[in-house]
């Protein structure tokens, strides 16, 4: 019950925010070569179950994803596999470049523990509040479900509205009237 | 014309003073960086070069990364050999240098010259590997000097843990006729990787061959290579002024002991402000003097540069006395000033007690031009002068005796 609906929540209002990242920007720590960061967010390459980002020295990723306008952010889907999927996200807004030692410094705006099921691809649904005016948006994977050597993400998208959008819908409206 | 920051880490311990390699392990090393550094600035204008040493009494840095190499070569001279190299402090001292970077967007990269047994043990080695992988630095390693059991191998570990898609390199140089600087030339740490930086090291090999085949300057025909031709000129300059550099410092030496104070106080400004103008002479005053209080200073000097405001109120101390000897009024006034910011009542009693003695007052004032001490207002302002010292003779004695 509750999967359909946080499903239809996200058709109901939500877009997927795929066209609105500024790829010139979009960076990512400690990713393998051969398994790279657009595996999981491009488009057709995150379908693919074969193609998954991979990390590299250890166990953990940063990933820094810009985007071109402001955004409200509202749900986030990360799909991975059952054993090296990651299992805790640290979400921070607004933060550009930051590293493996200064991501313990702030508070995230955000932190999900994802189980088995949000790996098969149910959503999880952020703090509505802290991700109202998002220019970017950087992710902090501290460790994996089984806590093996490297982390296996096969698909991440971000689930939102952008913030001129909302404007131009309410316009319309009071044009109708 | 990778857009990069690099850390180079030169090995300044007592193996350097070896003559191996021609005319000292030192040397060759020091010629190696300044080629080093014009091989960067040159494939791109925006990269940029930092200079540490890892031996000596610690990991010192001697120039965070700039694109400046007058700045670079300046800091070169004057250079101390002696105690032992840290390669891990001086690999992670690099790293957070090339994390506080000005432009975010310059790739990473350290270069590390390993002169001298290795102390450490690998594993810490590829833990130190692992984790310049981890925030994507990339290596360079050049193996020369040393050659004791075990070092290879370290290095090597070092390497494949860093390693990410053959950025970085390692370079093994033994001794013999071949200077340092030319068998780097044709490695991949100076080719940067096989693309931009090869036109510089073609021609400074060119140069340094001293190939005249064709009647043409520098043996290429400018009209079938310009940017060649150019490119070998350029470094013929560069050397030209470093040798004019090596010897203005040579003449300053001579005149140095004559300067005393005021060249301290003069250095002083000098490494305060971040890209001083016509850094190179007056960064060679400072790297001159070498005495003891002068290295204490540069220390304080240097951290302040680099945001501690711990130093700060020591250097301000320091100019107030050079300053109060020309000027009275001046005196009064950081007085003044000094009393709000320290409230040290110290300096204060000895600046009343130096404009108490009249007799020094006096002289000052006579040297001071337009000012006639024998003039009512004159006598009249350091009477004054002195009643306000006596005053405050009398406050101290009161409170003492209150205690």
């Known amino acids: 019950m509750s999967a359909a609906e946080s499903t239809t929540a996200i058709q109901r209002s939500q877009v997927d925010l795929l066209d609105f990242i500024d790829w010139s920007g979009v960076e990512c720590l400690n990713q393998s070569s051969s398994h790279s960061l657009s595996n999981a967010l491009k488009q057709g390459y995150r379908e693919d179950e074969g193609l998954n980002l991979e990390s590299d020295a250890d166990e953990q990723l940063l990933i820094y994803v810009p985007f071109t306008q402001v955004i409200k952010l509202h749900a986030i889907v990360i799909k991975g596999s059952e054993e090296e999927g990651p299992k805790t996200v640290k979400l921070f807004t607004n933060k550009e470049h930051m590293g493996f030692s200064n991501v313990n410094d702030f508070p995230p705006s955000d932190t999900a523990v994802l189980s088995p099921d949000n790996l098969k691809g149910r959503p999880v649904v952020l703090k509505y509040v802290k991700f109202q005016n998002v220019r970017s948006l950087?992710?902090?994977?501290?460790?994996?479900q089984s806590d093996s050597e490297t982390t296996k993400i096969q698909m991440i998208a971000l689930?939102?509205?952008?913030?001129?959008?909302?404007?131009?819908?309410g316009l319309k409206k009071i044009e109708e009237h | 014309m990778v857009l990069e920051a690099t850390m180079i880490c030169i090995d300044n311990s007592e193996w350097m003073r070896n003559g191996d390699y021609s005319p000292s392990r030192f040397q060759a090393q020091a010629d190696a960086v300044n080629l080093i550094c014009g091989a960067k600035t040159q494939s791109n204008p925006e990269n940029t070069v930092g200079v540490l040493t890892m031996a000596g009494k610690g990991v010192r840095v001697l120039v965070?990364?700039?694109?400046?190499?007058?700045?670079?070569?300046?800091?070169?001279?004057?250079?101390?050999?002696?105690?032992?190299?840290?390669?891990a402090a001086g690999i992670q001292v690099a790293q957070l240098a090339?994390?506080?970077?000005?432009?975010?967007?310059?790739?990473?990269?350290?270069?590390?010259?390993?002169?001298?047994?290795?102390?450490?043990?690998?594993?810490?080695?590829?833990?130190?590997?692992?984790?310049?992988?981890?925030?994507?630095?990339?290596?360079?390693?050049?193996?020369?000097?040393?050659?004791?059991?075990?070092?290879?191998?370290?290095?090597?570990?070092?390497?494949?843990a860093v390693n990410n898609n053959d950025t970085s390199h390692i370079v093994h140089v033994s001794a013999g006729p071949n200077a340092l600087s030319d068998v780097l030339m044709s490695t991949p740490i100076f080719t940067g990787d096989g693309e931009g930086g090869s036109g510089f090291a073609a021609a400074?090999?060119?140069?340094?061959?001293?190939?005249?085949?064709?009647?043409?300057?520098?043996?290429?025909?400018?009209?079938?290579?310009?940017?060649?031709?150019?490119?070998?000129?350029?470094?013929?300059?560069?050397?030209?002024?470093?040798?004019?550099?090596?010897?203005?410092?040579?003449?300053?030496?001579?005149?140095?002991?004559?300067?005393?104070?005021?060249?301290?106080?003069?250095?002083?400004e000098a490494t305060m402000t971040e890209h001083a103008s016509g850094g190179t002479s007056e960064a060679d005053n400072k790297k001159n003097d070498l005495s003891d209080d002068d290295n204490a200073l540069l220390q304080q000097a240097l951290a302040m540069s680099m945001d501690e405001p711990a130093s700060s109120h020591d250097l301000q101390d320091m100019e107030m006395p050079d300053v109060a000897a020309d000027d009275p009024e001046l005196a009064l006034a950081l007085q003044l000033s000094v009393q709000d910011s320290t409230k040290d009542s110290s300096s204060q009693t000895d600046m009343s007690k130096l404009l108490a003695d009249q007799s020094f007052v006096s002289s000052i004032l006579a040297s001071l031009p337009g000012v006639d001490p024998n003039d009512p207002s004159?006598?009249?302002?350091?009477?004054?002068?002195?009643?306000?010292?006596?005053?405050?003779?009398?406050?101290?004695?009161?409170e003492e005796e209150e205690k």
């Open chain 2, 64 to 87: 965070t990364p700039t694109s400046d190499l007058g700045k670079i070569l300046a800091c070169m001279h004057g250079l101390e050999i002696g105690g032992e190299m840290n390669l």
């Open chain 2, 98 to 160: 090339l994390k506080h970077r000005q432009n975010k967007k310059q790739q990473q990269r350290i270069i590390v010259f390993a002169g001298s047994p290795i102390k450490h043990d690998k594993k810490s080695l590829e833990m130190i590997g692992r984790k310049l992988k981890k925030n994507s630095v990339a290596l360079d390693i050049v193996n020369f000097g040393e050659d004791d059991e075990g070092k290879m191998e370290k290095l090597e570990a070092l390497l494949a």
């Open chain 2, 378 to 398: 004159v006598k009249e302002v350091l009477a004054s002068m002195q009643s306000q010292s006596e005053k405050q003779d009398e406050d101290k004695a009161t």
């Open chain 1, 138 to 144: 950087t992710i902090f994977i501290e460790d994996n």
């Open chain 1, 159 to 169: 689930y939102g509205s952008t913030v001129e959008t909302t404007d131009m819908k």
């Open chain 2, 204 to 268: 400074a090999a060119a140069a340094a061959a001293a190939g005249g085949v064709s009647g043409f300057e520098f043996g290429v025909d400018p009209n079938l290579d310009p940017e060649l031709a150019l490119a070998l000129r350029v470094s013929m300059e560069e050397e030209r002024a470093r040798q004019e550099a090596a010897a203005k410092k040579a003449a300053e030496e001579a005149s140095k002991q004559e300067k005393g104070g005021e060249e301290q106080s003069s250095s002083q």
